[in-house]
């Protein structure tokens, strides 16, 4: 059983910045691929952003979020952010840390291959 507590969620004006952190439990938190996903009003989550596991080569960005938006990881710390620049009220939602069994399946729907999700945290952002 792996346990996801994020945090860095809050209350910020439109062009401002946040950095989510996803902390992990688990010995092999190296080989997780990591994704952040957030439901779009009315719909079921999304994927925002995934890293591949190890040395997170592979990055996958929603077009919503490109340019605007980092994800990364620190293994020795067992967590992944995700670095949020230029927000807008859009992005106001709940994100959600998740583990995945790949990389494909974290980035293609249905998402099916979602092992491990966290309880996410609150970001508002007001114009």
Same mark, same amino acid.
């Given at each position: 059983?792996?346990?996801? $507590? %994020?945090?860095?969620?809050? =209350? ?8 989510? #952190? ?14 952040? @996903? ?5 719909? %079921?989550?999304? +994927? $925002? ?7 997170? #080569? ?6 919503? $979020?490109?340019?605007? @938006? ?11 952010? =995700?670095?949020?620049?230029? =927000?807008?009220? %859009?992005?106001?939602? +709940?994100?959600?840390?998740? +583990?995945?069994? &790949? @990389? ?18 609150? +970001?508002?952002?007001? &114009?």
């Amino acid at each position: 059983q792996v346990q996801l $507590v %994020e945090s860095g969620g809050g =209350l910020v004006q439109a062009g401002g910045s946040l950095r989510l #952190s996803c902390a992990a439990s688990g010995r092999t938190f190296s080989t997780y691929t990591m994704g952040w @996903f957030r439901p779009a009003p009315g719909k %079921e989550r999304d +994927v $925002v952003a995934a890293i591949s596991s190890w040395s997170g #080569s592979s990055t996958y960005y929603a077009d919503s $979020v490109k340019g605007r @938006f980092t994800i990364s990881r620190d293994n020795a710390k067992n967590t992944v952010y =995700l670095q949020m620049n230029s =927000l807008k009220p %859009e992005d106001t939602a +709940v994100y959600y840390c998740a +583990v995945a069994q &790949s @990389f494909g399946r974290a980035i293609t729907k249905p998402y099916n291959g979602i092992d491990y999700w966290g309880k996410g945290t609150l +970001v508002s952002v007001f &114009s």
